[in-house]
């Protein structure tokens, strides 16, 4: 699925855990997955016709780097990809999961979700300006795995979120790779121990990220990298009564926490 459908699935309030599935249940939840992941991945493919020129060129391979000043976007288009990867992956578990699979068969079905997508991806690139990347490459296994075992145990997935902020200053062609104004975080949760669950603290949340800015644009030439640490106020928990906080574990809203920035 695209980012955008994997944050709404998110988002939809979660039924009651399904009973054990019958052999014709089975194939239904099967081809429901099958036409799933064909959609998903054909809309992909289309917006990457559109909007990252896959097909202009023969296949080839382009070495990116890192994090240095002397990349087109220091780094954030790495954290970029590890929090795709790990949006395809933990968000179409959960709604698998939702449709009736079982945890651990959710956990790898949102895995091949995951490796797909962000393998259509890299090979597409391969055909585009971008060229294979092997950062990102490794950036898509990092996210894809961080989110199938978060997934797998859910013990560590309700201490733990990986989101992305962002916060255009107008209106952008393609928001996907718009990192001037994005921002990449992980958040600790208190809500994920059980003594504060009764407790006002379990709406406090810790923050770790990292942007870039002035990587493009008018400012050019002025680059920053920037690590980050706050404190936020926890939305999934917030507004958990409603049944639709599930999308604030992947989406962080500006201006909901507190942070000291390191710009480098």
């Not at 895995?111 to 090979?123: D, K, P, Q, W």
């Not at 859910?154 to 916060?167: H, I, M, N, Q, T």
Request: aromatic share 14%; charged share 20%.
């Amino acid at each position: 699925m695209t980012a955008a459908a994997a944050l709404i699935a998110a988002a939809l309030p979660s039924p009651a855990p399904a009973s054990p599935a019958s052999n014709e249940e089975q194939a239904q939840l099967n081809e429901r997955y099958l036409k799933l992941n064909m959609a998903a991945n054909a809309a992909l493919l289309t917006w990457g016709l559109f909007m990252w020129d896959y097909g202009e060129n023969a296949p080839h391979a382009n070495s990116e780097w890192w994090f240095g000043l002397d990349t087109k976007h220091g780094g954030a288009d790495k954290t970029g990809h590890v929090y795709v990867a790990y949006l395809f992956g933990r968000g179409s578990a959960e709604l698998y999961m939702d449709w009736g699979f079982g945890r651990e068969e959710a956990a790898l079905r949102g895995l091949l979700t995951s490796l797909t997508l962000t393998t259509v991806m890299e090979v597409g690139d391969s055909f585009s300006d971008y060229g294979l990347s092997p950062q990102d490459l490794i950036a898509n296994a990092v996210g894809m795995g961080f989110g199938y075992l978060l997934t797998i145990y859910p013990s560590a997935g309700k201490f733990v979120d990986l989101r992305v902020e962002y916060l255009p200053k107008g209106v952008d062609n393609d928001p996907t790779t718009d990192y001037e104004h994005m921002k990449h975080l992980a958040a600790f949760k208190l809500s994920g121990f059980d003594a504060l669950k009764g407790s006002w603290l379990r709406f406090v949340e810790f923050h770790l990220g990292y942007y870039t800015r002035n990587f493009s644009g008018p400012s050019k030439g002025d680059e920053e990298r920037n690590i980050y640490a706050g404190i936020g106020i926890n939305l999934s928990e917030l507004f958990a009564p409603t049944g639709y906080g599930g999308i604030f574990r992947y989406l962080q809203l500006p201006y909901t926490y507190l942070a000291a920035d390191d710009c480098r």
